[in-house]
């Protein structure tokens, strides 16, 4: 904001015509609105140049107005240019001049302008008051018509052309630089021949083409490509006509341009270039950008933001200790102790071994909130066992935090090597490996099983450590020390008994006696204890020693009190080593301060009555500011033994004598203890304590004060804060008076503070400190002025107070009346100004916030079909990128008052990962197609996440500002505003992203779980230091009047009198529409499991209600409520972009009580004002969230409606706003509004068709079992019931099985209302009893494909893999039969996208290392087993190995193997490259390959098609394994007939939502929606659907094994087996069980006879087998038969992947493959399969079988040319071949279930959501009319004898 220009008018103009003034500074121009007009123009339009340096002498402003012809280029008028020298002095001019002709002469056109400078911070020049009013006399003298003003103009044409070069080169220099050298075949990116203006504009909440917006925003001519320009912008953009552009000739390449709307400045506008946004053949598209603003009135707030306190959640803790390895001792006994939090568990000991096996599970169970337990440290400890059981030495420890494990992908680390060392002795280096698996999962997680299998002695034990990701192998020893300062502004405690006692000896205030405690990695120290002060200085260091990286994220930071009983804290807070310290291959260690750090906890100062005392001990978020903390924090990595034996000798020889020599402190036990300890330590040692780097022992030493100023001077900051409206109050505070705080730290807080130094105490009105500030050392030489001692006096920090009144319309809440004057309140406080780290954060925060913005928008558009997603996305990307370019150029200027060490290393590193994540953007946005939007929107809300955790300013020294309501002086309800969000900042871009603007603030009620909001607030805040006060009131409305506390107006605003009201007597006057469509998917609140649903609208000060829609869970209200003459603060202008929110509540109807609440959405309405043309809106989906919890959606939208003031009557709705007057809905006495049409859904006819098959499960109603049920269908109003079903435990099928119903619908397939399912029971005397219901709400689902409205140029491929199944967890096995492998060609190495590629593949094998071919007899079902776990265990490492490469490829950083670059792939040589040297030397050499080549474009990723090569097949023969349930990687077979369940009751309040106890039962069935003109006279929904009858099969269980249960007996083991139930029968291995064993091999096939449709759902349970007592349930998981039995995918057999007639693999099916493949065909009706040599032909799909789809005899025989009655068998393998290739076949094509092992998770009721173990099983069944093959032989093999 440095130099501002007003034009004003042009008068005296000749003629009529278009008329427009262009201004000029620093070679960037902006241009008014065009202006028809006779001989005066108004324009009132202001300009502004934001720049980043001081005004140099001499520089020149030159303004040129121009008659605009649509034909003929432009007519200059005359030109005036102005010297700036006076401007930079006096700070203001008001100017009316004349203009000069071509010639030099004077014309006779005058123009007005108001000039205003403010010079950028620190520099000199500046400006009074009393200069606003000080109107010149005579400006002549600033004119200067130099003679030369001609051979400017004259020159420009030649120069013009030379801008052009330079800028293009600039522009590719500057491009480069980001890309990298990614862009090098793409020269013509830059091409500037080649290039539109593109332009990007920084970004909401309203959107429109941008191109109109532009042109009515700026009144420019937007040419084809539209764009607004930066002063970098132009190196981009061929120079047109429409800009005359010129490069800046003094200044920085970073001035911005800020464009205005109707002459006012938008605020959050920053432009920015953009790099490549169209250019070349293939960008030429038109870049609708959308502009977007951010809001602050319209942010809608986060769900968390409503949470005051944290929800304890169930969470286990999984430990598998499998073995440990290389153990240090001779002769040991060891045992492993396992200690998560404070639980202890140990394993067996095992006698004399160093390599002991356990493989011993422990399960700890937690219910406590998330970031509690994540503190928690998980700790693994060796002991050898000596003669007394259990008091064994310790060999080692090691230890991680929770955290760290749930932040591994699937929340576990699996089987992976822990390093033992012994923290006695940190010289020793390692002590040994433990093998374990850890597990965290929270309820609900979903867990995915892995591979059991490793073959333990060929492990890489380096390769497997437990570690995190990029965490080095080795760890060295460090020392992390926290040093301790002092502390200020504690609150003083009026601690327990004393407290009381003290009251009555009249001592006003009992002071603390405060000490630090440190925890870190399960150590802990503390700083001695300074007795009875607020103001306590330590200056103490405690050291720890840990090893580096530490496994442990947060250091705890608690201050106490120390007292007699228990000692109290008083504040706590964590310190995130992540935030403080960068693991990259640039980053830095931890390092954190000197600064101050803020402390929040409780607000009240008694330790005995205060029920938020654990927001003191750091659970949930502080709402009090309790003082604040100087520390910080180093860490000293020991490279070598001997460097740490040197460093630490000496410390803790000083340190010893220091302690020696402290002062008794209060905190004497334990102190004395320690040093005494110490003490005897150091004597027993004596002369060896300088070499030994000793034990973790934690330290506590004495440092050097810091140096006073140290941090700088406290400066002082105004916090400025005017009260706009505060409604929605919840009615219990209907009569008291009601009034506001505003603090910030100490400042502002409305009881008294007392200050107590040492000797003073200090009392008095003034509510801080001021003694600390001029502290006793400094004897006052500290500049008095700085302080302005008088303004801590005048803060007003209260509001008065007032009485609530119902709001309007609806009166169930009340609001305050703030109509005409707004209460402000004021606050002055003192802190250090290192306000430019802030400025940083709202830099990338804003960067990050624009991002989450368009990313929604993205999802929006993607939930739609049609809607154009993708070229959203690229915008966005775009945008970003820009945004990022912005910064990182910016960033290179920022100065750093009084930076520390972390401040410099993170300004590099923010800086290195911005450019990184630019590049990431790029790259996505190249990358994207339609078909993988998803997924990149994805991989973009990856960057944004990282973003966000990078704009946390770790050091952010101001502390936060919180508003509390006072009712009755009781402290009622709060909100906490960060200080970061309202900073004000004189460059845009840092200023805090809520500063100077009308923002939401919801405030919450202390301690509340719900999330109901207690009270909305619109509030305007402003905090800045006080020198840029007078900008605290600049972007408030204009007609707003300033009164003092008296009521007097005040004309001079001054930095000490800030207003104590606003008041305003004119007010414009809107109407909100709210068109409430309809809404789905709501909580049921009845018993019955249905709601009667209304919603309650709020509004600024008004609140309306829909109609009671009764027993429904997706009401159709269709209705429009109207607010009328609404009145909204804020500038007109700024209500486009941030509009006040609206609020809608939504509640069930209670006929006795209070309706009951179920959910809130917030919404932004589209504001159309007076002079804008009126657009209908369109309906919008809105989410209902209770809690943190998704409840449900609406599908509404908003407008609001500026009303029109011109006939000087009531204020009317615009002539073209559509209907002016609305519709009546029904009864016009009620006074309701219909939605009217073009905002209405257009209705059409469609016929949706129901499939009725059964119900399934129904549990009792009423006590009553349920013998006649009848299910009924609703949608829109209309209602389908099925037959009743006459006897449903004989047969729960339908008979009829087809009905269907005409409805009207949305044309909108996406606005297709829900259709609800109701089962009902007829019972005596007619009355219908609900069992369950269930609301289907993506209709989309059941719509043919084509109603989806496919994009019209997808390409066909696309189509067909869009129908695949899911198959992302299945772990491949190898090359299915057939797969072309990958061949051998040089360039195919460098160029085709291939995986990994191991060198042995590269060297031809000789015959003598074919693996030789195993006997036949010697295989049985496990060797299939085993080689099938085999390879999905290699196939993890291998993805765990490129997850890794990928990872540092994103980062920037090749991996420190030698690997070429392939597309994003890498092909890695794993040090076996050694070995074959001259192998590579021609791809290393002659293939150029650098690091540069990561990111080769994707166009050229698919050059080269591998040539097949011919695998060979296998020697033993695999089967799948699949990681999870079979019927999740099937679409849970709903292929035609899909299972709803059916809930009955109420919704739980219980946050992790326990559905099973409302669950009811199933109902099966299908539907098919389609469009009424389309039916014909046979349904569609029953095409290819078997016979409803009853059926019998044959089941047969293959029970495998189970891994991982959870412990049943005290011992930590269990005895298992297993119970297989179907309907009545049951079956089970109960004298077979398993003793003390917790991954059991049952190797059990359980066959049962079973009946469909009664006998539907198989249950498998493990039990423990006890025996005293009954047996206790682990586990149990269910299957329905059903589905898998009629499924298309033939999931009642699966297919093998070879066909042999006997041995261990003979074929398992009832049909032969021939016969399969004949059935296919006819079900599909096609012909049938033709077999030809090596291939099959099935309808026109010929599919080719390679030689490895046959035995070798075959191939043999076929060499041989023999033909013989093996012929037959060849069929068969070729016809396998096919089925196994079956998704293939166009038209027809779907996977058919492989031969499998489905790795299943067990679940017991009792913990519901919590994973109890895997089963590892699958099924086959087959119907009794069928011949039955054998059963498979799965018996566990026998041990065998060795002699």
């Given at each position: 904001?440095?130099?501002?220009?007003?034009?004003?008018?042009?008068?005296?103009?000749p003629?009529?015509?278009?008329?427009?003034?262009?201004?000029?500074?620093?070679?960037?121009?902006?241009?008014?609105?065009?202006?028809?007009?006779?001989?005066?123009?108004?324009?009132?339009?202001?300009?502004?140049?934001?720049?980043?340096?001081?005004?140099?002498m001499?520089?020149?402003?030159?303004?040129?107005?121009?008659?605009?012809?649509?034909?003929?280029?432009?007519?200059?008028?005359?030109?005036?240019?102005?010297?700036?020298?006076?401007?930079?002095?006096?700070?203001?001019?008001?100017?009316?001049?004349?203009?000069?002709?071509?010639n030099?002469?004077?014309?006779?056109?005058?123009?007005?302008?108001d000039?205003?400078?403010?010079?950028?911070?620190?520099?000199?020049?500046?400006?009074?008051?009393?200069?606003?009013?000080?109107?010149?006399?005579?400006?002549?003298?600033?004119?200067?018509?130099?003679?030369?003003?001609?051979?400017?103009?004259?020159?420009e044409?030649?120069?013009?052309s030379?801008?052009?070069?330079?800028?293009?080169?600039?522009?590719?220099?500057?491009?480069?630089?980001?890309?990298?050298?990614?862009?090098?075949?793409?020269?013509?990116?830059?091409?500037?021949?080649?290039?539109?203006v593109s332009?990007?504009?920084?970004?909401?909440?309203k959107?429109?083409?941008?191109?109109?917006?532009?042109?009515w925003?700026l009144?420019?001519?937007?040419?084809?490509?539209?764009?607004?320009?930066?002063?970098l912008?132009?190196?981009?953009?061929?120079?047109?006509?429409?800009?005359?552009?010129?490069?800046?000739q003094?200044?920085?390449?970073?001035?911005?341009?800020?464009?205005?709307?109707?002459?006012?400045?938008?605020?959050?506008?920053?432009?920015?270039?953009l790099?490549?946004?169209?250019?070349?053949?293939?960008?030429?598209?038109?870049?609708?950008t959308?502009v977007?603003?951010?809001?602050?009135r319209?942010?809608?707030?986060?769900?968390?933001?409503?949470?005051a306190?944290p929800?304890?959640?169930?969470?286990?803790?999984?430990?598998?200790?499998?073995?440990?390895?290389?153990?240090?001792?001779?002769?040991?006994?060891?045992?492993?102790?396992?200690?998560?939090?404070?639980e202890?568990?140990?394993?067996?000991?095992?006698?004399?071994?160093?390599?002991?096996f356990?493989n011993?599970?422990f399960?700890?169970?937690?219910?406590?909130?998330?970031?509690?337990?994540?503190?928690?440290?998980?700790?693994?400890?060796?002991?050898?066992?000596?003669?007394?059981?259990?008091?064994?030495?310790?060999?080692?420890?090691?230890?991680?935090?929770?955290?760290?494990?749930?932040?591994?992908?699937?929340?576990?680390?699996?089987?992976?090597?822990?390093?033992?060392?012994d923290?006695?002795?940190?010289?020793?280096?390692?002590k040994?490996?433990?093998?374990?698996?850890?597990?965290?999962?929270?309820?609900?997680d979903?867990?995915?099983?892995?591979?059991?299998?490793?073959?333990?002695?060929a492990?890489?034990?380096?390769?497997?450590?437990?570690?995190?990701?990029?965490?080095?192998?080795?760890?060295?020893?460090?020392?992390?020390?926290?040093?301790?300062?002092?502390?200020?502004?504690?609150?003083?405690?009026?601690?327990?008994?004393?407290?009381?006692?003290?009251?009555?000896?009249?001592?006003?205030?009992v002071?603390?006696?405060?000490?630090v405690?440190?925890?870190?990695?399960?150590?802990?120290?503390?700083?001695?204890?300074?007795?009875?002060?607020?103001?306590?200085?330590?200056?103490?260091?405690?050291?720890?020693?840990?090893?580096?990286?530490?496994?442990?994220?947060k250091?705890?930071?608690?201050?106490?009190d120390?007292?007699?009983?228990?000692?109290?804290?008083?504040?706590?807070?964590?310190?995130?080593?992540?935030?403080?310290?960068?693991?990259?291959?640039?980053?830095?260690?931890?390092?954190?301060?000197?600064?101050?750090?803020n402390?929040?906890?409780?607000?009240?100062?008694?330790?005995?009555?205060?029920?938020?005392?654990?927001l003191?001990?750091?659970?949930?978020?502080?709402?009090?500011?309790?003082?604040?903390?100087?520390?910080?924090?180093?860490?000293?990595?020991?490279?070598?033994?001997?460097?740490?034996?040197?460093?630490?000798?000496?410390?803790?020889?000083?340190?010893?004598?220091?302690?020696?020599?402290?002062?008794?402190?209060?905190?004497?036990?334990?102190?004395?203890?320690?040093?005494?300890?110490?003490?005897?330590?150091?004597?027993?040692?004596?002369?060896?304590?300088?070499?030994?780097?000793?034990?973790?022992?934690?330290?506590?030493?004495?440092?050097?004060?810091?140096?006073?100023?140290?941090?700088?001077?406290?400066?002082e900051?105004?916090?400025?804060?005017?009260?706009?409206?505060?409604?929605?109050?919840?009615?219990?505070?209907?009569?008291?008076?009601?009034s506001?705080?505003?603090?910030?730290?100490?400042?502002?807080?409305?009881?008294?503070?007392?200050?107590?130094?040492?000797?003073k105490?200090?009392?008095?009105?003034?509510?801080?400190?001021?003694?600390?500030?001029?502290?006793?050392?400094?004897?006052?030489?500290?500049?008095?002025?700085?302080?302005?001692?008088?303004?801590?006096?005048?803060?007003?920090s209260?509001?008065?107070?007032?009485?609530?009144?119902?709001?309007?319309?609806?009166?169930?809440?009340?609001?305050?009346?703030?109509?005409?004057?707004?209460?402000?309140v004021?606050?002055?406080?003192?802190?250090?100004?290192?306000?430019?780290?802030?400025?940083?954060?709202?830099?990338?925060?804003?960067?990050?916030?624009?991002?989450?913005?368009g990313?929604?928008?993205?999802?929006?558009?993607?939930?739609?079909?049609?809607?154009?997603?993708e070229?959203?996305?690229?915008?966005?990307?775009?945008?970003?990128?820009?945004?990022?370019?912005?910064?990182?150029?910016s960033?290179?200027?920022?100065?750093?008052?009084?930076?520390n060490n972390?401040?410099?290393?993170?300004m590099?590193y923010?800086?290195?990962?911005?450019?990184?994540?630019?590049?990431?953007?790029?790259?996505?946005?190249?990358?994207?197609?339609?078909?993988n939007?998803?997924?990149?929107?994805?991989?973009?809300?990856?960057?944004?996440?990282?973003?966000?955790f990078?704009a946390?300013?770790?050091?952010?020294?101001?502390p936060?500002?919180l508003v509390?309501?006072?009712s009755n002086?009781?402290?009622?309800?709060?909100?906490?505003?960060?200080?970061?969000d309202?900073?004000y900042?004189?460059?845009?871009?840092?200023?805090?992203?809520?500063?100077?603007?009308?923002?939401?603030?919801?405030?919450k009620?202390?301690?509340?779980?719900?999330?109901?909001?207690?009270?909305?607030?619109?509030?305007?805040?402003?905090?800045?230091?006080t020198?840029?006060?007078?900008n605290?009131?600049?972007?408030?409305?204009?007609?707003?009047?300033?009164?003092?506390?008296?009521?007097?107006?005040?004309?001079?605003?001054?930095?000490?009198?800030?207003?104590?009201?606003?008041?305003?007597?004119?007010?414009?006057?809107?109407?909100?529409?709210?068109?409430?469509?309809?809404?789905?998917?709501?909580?049921?609140?009845?018993?019955?499991?249905?709601?009667?649903?209304?919603?309650?609208?709020?509004?600024?000060?008004?609140?309306?209600?829909?109609?009671?829609?009764?027993?429904?869970?997706?009401?159709?209200?269709?209705?429009?409520?109207?607010?009328?003459?609404?009145?909204?603060?804020?500038?007109?202008?700024e209500?486009?972009?941030?509009?006040?929110?609206?609020?809608?509540?939504?509640?069930?109807?209670?006929?006795?009580?209070?309706?009951?609440?179920?959910?809130?959405?917030?919404?932004?309405?589209?504001?159309?004002?007076?002079?804008?043309?009126?657009?209908?809106?369109a309906?919008?989906f809105?989410?209902?969230?209770?809690?943190?919890?998704?409840?449900?959606?609406?599908?509404?939208t908003?407008?609001?409606?500026?009303?029109?003031?011109?006939?000087?009557?009531?204020?009317?709705?615009?002539?073209?706003?559509?209907?002016?007057?609305?519709?009546?809905?029904?009864?016009?006495?009620?006074?309701?509004?219909?939605?009217?049409?073009?905002?209405?859904?257009?209705?059409?006819?469609?016929?949706?068709?129901?499939?009725?098959?059964?119900?399934?499960?129904?549990?009792?109603?009423?006590?009553?079992?349920?013998?006649?049920?009848?299910?009924?269908?609703?949608?829109?109003?209309?209602?389908?019931?099925?037959?009743?079903?006459m006897a449903?435990?004989?047969?729960?099928?339908?008979?009829?099985?087809?009905?269907?119903?005409?409805?009207?619908?949305?044309e909108?397939v996406?606005l297709?209302?829900?259709?609800?399912?109701?089962v009902?029971?007829?019972?005596?005397?007619?009355?219908?009893?609900?069992?369950?219901t269930?609301?289907?709400?993506?209709?989309?689902?059941?719509?043919?494909?084509?109603?989806?409205?496919?994009?019209?140029?997808?390409?066909?491929?696309?189509?067909?893999?869009?129908?695949?199944?899911?198959?992302?967890?299945?772990?491949?096995?190898?090359?299915?039969?057939?797969?072309p492998?990958?061949?051998?060609?040089?360039?195919?190495?460098v160029?085709?996208?291939?995986?990994?590629?191991?060198?042995?593949?590269?060297?031809?094998?000789?015959?003598?290392?074919?693996?030789?071919?195993?006997?036949l007899?010697?295989?049985?079902?496990?060797?299939?087993?085993y080689?099938?776990?085999?390879?999905?265990?290699?196939?993890?490492?291998?993805?765990?190995?490129?997850?890794?490469?990928?990872?540092?490829?994103?980062?920037?950083?090749?991996?420190?193997n030698?690997?070429?670059?392939?597309?994003?792939?890498?092909?890695?040589?794993?040090?076996?490259?050694?070995?074959?040297p001259?192998?590579?030397?021609?791809?290393?050499?002659?293939?150029?390959?650098?690091?540069?080549?990561?990111?080769?474009?994707?166009?050229?990723?698919?050059?080269?098609?591998?040539?097949?090569?011919?695998?060979?097949?296998?020697?033993?023969?695999?089967?799948?394994?699949?990681?999870?349930?079979?019927?999740?990687?099937?679409?849970?077979?709903?292929?035609?007939?899909?299972?709803?369940?059916l809930?009955?009751?109420?919704?739980?309040?219980?946050?992790?939502?326990?559905?099973?106890?409302?669950?009811?039962?199933?109902?099966?069935?299908?539907?098919?929606?389609?469009?009424?003109?389309?039916?014909g006279?046979?349904?569609?929904?029953?095409?290819?659907?078997?016979?409803?009858?009853?059926?019998?099969?044959?089941?047969r269980?293959?029970?495998?094994?189970?891994t991982?249960?959870?412990p049943?007996?005290?011992?930590?083991?269990?005895?298992?087996?297993?119970?297989?139930?179907?309907?009545?029968?049951?079956?089970?291995?109960?004298?077979?069980?398993?003793?003390?064993?917790?991954?059991?091999?049952?190797?059990?096939?359980?066959?049962?006879?079973v009946?469909?449709?009664m006998?539907?759902?198989?249950?498998?349970?493990?039990?423990?087998?006890?025996?005293?007592?009954?047996?206790?349930?682990?586990?149990?998981?269910?299957?329905d038969?059903?589905?898998?039995?009629?499924?298309?995918?033939?999931?009642?057999?699966?297919?093998?992947?070879?066909?042999?007639?006997?041995?261990?693999?003979?074929?398992?099916?009832?049909?032969?493959?021939?016969?399969?493949?004949?059935?296919?065909?006819?079900?599909?009706?096609?012909?049938?399969?033709?077999?030809?040599?090596?291939?099959?032909?099935?309808?026109?799909?010929?599919?080719?079988?390679p030689?490895?789809?046959?035995?070798?005899?075959?191939?043999?025989?076929?060499?041989?040319?023999?033909?013989?009655?093996n012929?037959?068998?060849?069929?068969?393998?070729k016809?396998l071949?096919?089925l196994?290739?079956?998704?293939e076949?166009?038209?027809?094509?779907?996977?058919?279930?492989?031969?499998?092992?489905?790795?299943?998770?067990?679940?017991?009721?009792?913990?519901p959501?919590l994973?109890?173990?895997?089963?590892?099983?699958?099924?086959?069944?087959?119907?009794?009319?069928?011949?039955?093959?054998?059963?498979?032989?799965?018996?566990?093999?026998l041990?065998?004898?060795?002699?």
């Amino acid at each position: 904001m440095a130099l501002s220009v007003c034009v004003r008018r042009l008068s005296s103009l000749p003629g009529h015509g278009e008329r427009q003034v262009q201004l000029s500074f620093r070679g960037f121009t902006q241009k008014t609105r065009k202006i028809r007009c006779g001989p005066e123009a108004i324009f009132g339009e202001l300009f502004r140049w934001p720049h980043y340096g001081k005004l140099v002498m001499g520089e020149m402003l030159s303004i040129k107005v121009y008659n605009c012809t649509k034909v003929f280029s432009n007519r200059l008028l005359g030109t005036l240019v102005l010297s700036l020298q006076h401007l930079m002095t006096s700070g203001r001019l008001i100017l009316r001049e004349a203009l000069v002709d071509r010639n030099q002469r004077v014309t006779g056109i005058y123009i007005e302008l108001d000039l205003r400078y403010q010079p950028p911070d620190g520099s000199a020049g500046t400006w009074v008051e009393e200069d606003f009013v000080y109107q010149m006399k005579d400006s002549s003298e600033l004119i200067i018509c130099n003679p030369g003003f001609e051979e400017v103009e004259a020159a420009e044409a030649p120069r013009a052309s030379e801008l052009d070069r330079k800028a293009a080169a600039l522009g590719r220099k500057l491009a480069k630089g980001l890309e990298t050298d990614e862009e090098e075949e793409e020269e013509d990116f830059y091409d500037v021949s080649e290039m539109e203006v593109s332009g990007i504009v920084f970004s909401p909440v309203k959107r429109y083409p941008w191109r109109a917006l532009l042109s009515w925003a700026l009144g420019w001519k937007v040419p084809a490509c539209g764009g607004i320009l930066h002063p970098l912008a132009f190196c981009f953009c061929r120079m047109s006509e429409t800009f005359s552009l010129q490069l800046p000739q003094t200044g920085t390449v970073g001035d911005l341009l800020i464009p205005r709307a109707r002459g006012h400045y938008l605020p959050g506008f920053p432009l920015l270039p953009l790099v490549g946004a169209c250019s070349g053949p293939r960008r030429r598209r038109n870049l609708l950008t959308q502009v977007v603003f951010l809001c602050s009135r319209s942010r809608l707030c986060s769900t968390w933001d409503l949470f005051a306190t944290p929800t304890p959640q169930s969470f286990q803790v999984g430990i598998n200790i499998i073995e440990a390895q290389k153990l240090v001792g001779v002769n040991i006994n060891p045992f492993v102790v396992v200690k998560v939090g404070e639980e202890k568990r140990h394993t067996a000991t095992q006698k004399s071994t160093n390599c002991p096996f356990y493989n011993e599970y422990f399960l700890f169970e937690f219910h406590e909130p998330r970031d509690i337990l994540f503190q928690r440290l998980i700790e693994i400890s060796v002991f050898h066992s000596k003669k007394v059981p259990f008091l064994g030495t310790c060999i080692g420890t090691f230890k991680m935090d929770i955290v760290t494990v749930y932040s591994q992908p699937d929340h576990r680390f699996f089987q992976k090597w822990a390093v033992i060392s012994d923290p006695t002795d940190t010289r020793a280096g390692v002590k040994g490996f433990v093998k374990c698996n850890i597990s965290v999962t929270a309820r609900g997680d979903v867990v995915g099983s892995l591979p059991t299998s490793s073959s333990s002695w060929a492990e890489d034990i380096e390769r497997n450590l437990l570690l995190p990701k990029r965490v080095p192998a080795e760890r060295p020893w460090a020392r992390v020390c926290i040093k301790l300062y002092r502390a200020e502004g504690l609150p003083s405690m009026s601690a327990g008994i004393m407290g009381g006692f003290s009251k009555i000896i009249g001592e006003k205030k009992v002071f603390i006696d405060p000490y630090v405690q440190v925890s870190f990695c399960g150590q802990q120290g503390e700083t001695s204890v300074e007795t009875n002060t607020t103001e306590p200085e330590w200056n103490e260091q405690i050291s720890f020693i840990e090893m580096f990286p530490p496994l442990a994220r947060k250091i705890k930071v608690q201050v106490l009190d120390d007292a007699n009983v228990g000692d109290v804290a008083i504040a706590t807070h964590y310190i995130d080593l992540q935030q403080i310290s960068d693991p990259g291959r640039n980053g830095f260690n931890p390092m954190f301060g000197p600064a101050w750090v803020n402390l929040y906890g409780s607000p009240q100062n008694s330790a005995l009555r205060d029920i938020h005392k654990e927001l003191n001990e750091g659970m949930g978020e502080g709402i009090f500011y309790r003082g604040r903390i100087l520390m910080a924090i180093t860490v000293e990595i020991f490279s070598s033994p001997s460097v740490a034996e040197r460093k630490l000798g000496d410390k803790t020889k000083g340190a010893l004598s220091k302690l020696k020599l402290k002062k008794k402190s209060k905190k004497s036990k334990e102190k004395a203890k320690e040093l005494s300890h110490l003490q005897g330590e150091e004597e027993a040692e004596g002369s060896q304590e300088a070499e030994q780097p000793g034990e973790v022992i934690v330290e506590v030493e004495e440092l050097h004060p810091l140096p006073e100023n140290a941090l700088g001077r406290k400066e002082e900051f105004l916090l400025f804060a005017a009260f706009f409206e505060a409604t929605m109050m919840d009615s219990s505070l209907s009569s008291k008076p009601v009034s506001f705080e505003v603090s910030i730290g100490n400042y502002g807080k409305a009881e008294e503070v007392v200050t107590k130094v040492g000797r003073k105490v200090e009392k008095g009105e003034v509510k801080e400190e001021k003694q600390p500030l001029l502290d006793p050392g400094s004897d006052g030489e500290l500049d008095v002025e700085v302080l302005a001692p008088a303004s801590a006096a005048l803060n007003k920090s209260v509001t008065k107070s007032q009485r609530p009144e119902p709001m309007e319309y609806d009166r169930s809440y009340s609001c305050l009346p703030m109509m005409h004057e707004k209460p402000c309140v004021y606050v002055w406080s003192y802190w250090e100004n290192h306000t430019w780290r802030l400025c940083i954060s709202n830099w990338i925060v804003k960067l990050a916030e624009r991002l989450e913005q368009g990313l929604d928008d993205v999802e929006k558009l993607v939930r739609r079909s049609k809607a154009k997603a993708e070229e959203r996305l690229r915008e966005v990307l775009e945008e970003f990128v820009a945004g990022c370019r912005q910064y990182s150029l910016s960033a290179e200027r920022k100065t750093m008052a009084h930076p520390n060490n972390l401040d410099r290393c993170r300004m590099k590193y923010l800086m290195r990962n911005i450019i990184l994540h630019a590049k990431q953007g790029l790259r996505v946005r190249r990358r994207l197609t339609r078909a993988n939007i998803k997924e990149k929107v994805k991989e973009t809300r990856r960057v944004l996440a990282k973003l966000r955790f990078m704009a946390k300013e770790p050091q952010c020294t101001l502390p936060d500002v919180l508003v509390w309501m006072l009712s009755n002086n009781r402290r009622v309800a709060y909100a906490r505003v960060p200080a970061q969000d309202i900073l004000y900042s004189v460059v845009e871009e840092e200023k805090g992203k809520d500063c100077a603007k009308i923002q939401t603030v919801l405030m919450k009620v202390p301690g509340l779980h719900t999330g109901e909001i207690f009270a909305k607030l619109e509030i305007y805040m402003w905090l800045g230091v006080t020198k840029y006060a007078k900008n605290c009131l600049a972007e408030l409305p204009e007609e707003f009047k300033y009164l003092s506390e008296s009521g007097q107006e005040i004309a001079q605003l001054s930095a000490y009198s800030p207003p104590s009201r606003l008041s305003r007597d004119d007010f414009s006057y809107f109407q909100l529409r709210a068109h409430l469509y309809q809404a789905r998917g709501i909580l049921p609140a009845d018993d019955n499991g249905l709601s009667d649903p209304f919603a309650r609208v709020v509004f600024s000060t008004h609140c309306q209600t829909t109609r009671i829609l009764e027993e429904t869970l997706s009401p159709m209200w269709n209705e429009l409520l109207l607010f009328d003459q609404l009145i909204i603060d804020g500038k007109k202008e700024e209500l486009k972009t941030d509009t006040p929110i609206i609020i809608i509540n939504l509640f069930s109807h209670n006929k006795f009580g209070s309706p009951e609440f179920l959910g809130q959405a917030f919404a932004v309405p589209q504001v159309k004002l007076v002079d804008e043309p009126y657009t209908k809106p369109a309906l919008q989906f809105f989410d209902f969230y209770k809690g943190t919890k998704a409840v449900g959606e609406l599908i509404a939208t908003f407008e609001l409606i500026e009303l029109d003031y011109s006939g000087y009557l009531e204020p009317s709705v615009p002539e073209d706003v559509e209907p002016k007057e609305p519709n009546y809905l029904g009864d016009p006495h009620a006074r309701r509004f219909i939605i009217p049409e073009g905002i209405r859904p257009v209705l059409k006819e469609f016929r949706i068709e129901i499939l009725f098959w059964g119900l399934r499960d129904l549990k009792r109603v009423n006590l009553f079992e349920v013998d006649q049920p009848q299910v009924i269908i609703e949608c829109a109003g209309k209602k389908v019931e099925s037959e009743v079903i006459m006897a449903y435990k004989e047969n729960p099928n339908f008979t009829e099985v087809v009905k269907y119903m005409d409805v009207e619908l949305p044309e909108q397939v996406y606005l297709h209302p829900p259709l609800s399912i109701f089962v009902v029971e007829k019972r005596a005397f007619g009355r219908t009893v609900l069992v369950g219901t269930h609301v289907v709400s993506d209709v989309m689902k059941f719509s043919p494909r084509e109603l989806e409205e496919e994009p019209e140029d997808v390409p066909k491929a696309w189509k067909v893999s869009s129908q695949r199944l899911p198959s992302q967890t299945v772990v491949n096995i190898g090359p299915a039969a057939g797969d072309p492998g990958p061949s051998i060609h040089p360039l195919s190495l460098v160029k085709a996208p291939l995986k990994k590629i191991t060198i042995n593949k590269l060297v031809k094998k000789d015959d003598e290392y074919e693996e030789e071919k195993p006997e036949l007899e010697e295989l049985d079902w496990w060797s299939k087993y085993y080689e099938s776990l085999k390879e999905p265990y290699n196939q993890t490492r291998s993805d765990e190995e490129d997850a890794e490469n990928d990872d540092l490829n994103d980062a920037g950083e090749s991996s420190s193997n030698t690997q070429l670059f392939c597309g994003e792939q890498t092909l890695e040589m794993m040090g076996e490259i050694r070995t074959f040297p001259n192998l590579l030397s021609p791809f290393l050499d002659g293939g150029n390959l650098h690091a540069s080549s990561i990111d080769m474009e994707a166009e050229d990723e698919a050059v080269i098609e591998a040539e097949p090569a011919r695998p060979k097949r296998k020697l033993i023969t695999t089967l799948q394994i699949y990681n999870s349930e079979l019927e999740n990687e099937f679409d849970n077979f709903e292929d035609w007939l899909c299972i709803f369940p059916l809930h009955r009751g109420k919704a739980n309040e219980d946050e992790d939502g326990n559905e099973d106890e409302h669950f009811v039962g199933k109902y099966k069935g299908s539907f098919y929606v389609y469009p009424t003109e389309e039916a014909g006279t046979e349904p569609k929904v029953s095409q290819g659907v078997p016979r409803n009858r009853p059926i019998k099969v044959l089941v047969r269980v293959y029970i495998i094994k189970a891994t991982n249960l959870s412990p049943a007996d005290p011992n930590g083991k269990a005895d298992p087996y297993v119970v297989v139930t179907v309907g009545q029968q049951q079956k089970d291995t109960k004298e077979r069980y398993i003793p003390k064993q917790l991954n059991p091999v049952f190797g059990e096939v359980v066959e049962l006879t079973v009946s469909f449709p009664m006998e539907s759902e198989l249950t498998v349970a493990i039990f423990d087998h006890d025996l005293l007592g009954s047996d206790d349930l682990i586990g149990e998981t269910k299957i329905d038969l059903e589905n898998r039995f009629y499924s298309k995918h033939r999931a009642n057999c699966g297919v093998a992947s070879q066909y042999d007639i006997n041995g261990y693999n003979m074929w398992r099916d009832a049909f032969k493959p021939t016969q399969i493949l004949d059935s296919l065909c006819k079900k599909n009706l096609l012909p049938a399969a033709e077999y030809r040599w090596e291939e099959v032909k099935v309808n026109n799909k010929i599919f080719k079988v390679p030689p490895e789809a046959f035995p070798e005899e075959a191939s043999v025989r076929n060499k041989r040319g023999v033909a013989d009655e093996n012929w037959s068998v060849d069929d068969e393998h070729k016809a396998l071949y096919v089925l196994q290739h079956w998704e293939e076949m166009p038209g027809y094509g779907y996977k058919l279930v492989p031969e499998h092992v489905e790795i299943r998770s067990l679940y017991n009721p009792e913990n519901p959501g919590l994973v109890q173990g895997s089963l590892h099983m699958w099924i086959d069944m087959f119907p009794n009319d069928v011949p039955i093959p054998l059963p498979v032989n799965i018996k566990p093999r026998l041990p065998v004898r060795l002699h």
